[in-house]
């Protein structure tokens, strides 16, 4: 305010005018940074899906206790079979 008479409502007008821009500008920047946040957190969400993903595909590949028990029976079946025939065979 370059004038040095202003009245009292001028005065308290222009402080006013004043806060109130303050506040837009820092609404403005406020909003600003909550919109970054947002999308870092997706961003980083997103990554988090993904290795979900990789592991849930991961854990396709493993063998099930019902396939590691099927598979320890005919490989005792085998071993046996080979130490029958290996016991035949020797004197």
């Known amino acids: ?6 009245s009292l ?3 308290f007008e222009a402080l006013r005018a004043d806060d109130l821009r303050a506040v837009a500008e820092l609404a403005a920047s406020n909003e600003k940074a909550l919109q970054e946040t947002r999308a870092a957190t997706e961003k980083r969400f997103d990554s988090v899906n993904e290795f979900r993903g990789q592991l849930s595909d991961q ?16 490989v ?15 004197p």
Do not use: C, D, P
């Not at 005792?76 to 020797?90: L, M």
């Open 76 to 90: 005792t079946a085998i071993v046996g079979a080979a130490g029958v025939i290996f016991r035949f065979f020797t």
């Open 59 to 74: 854990s396709k590949t493993y063998v099930t206790k019902a396939e590691l028990y099927a598979g320890l029976i005919a």
């Open 1 to 6: 305010m370059a004038e040095e008479n202003v």
């Open 9 to 11: 409502r001028e005065y």
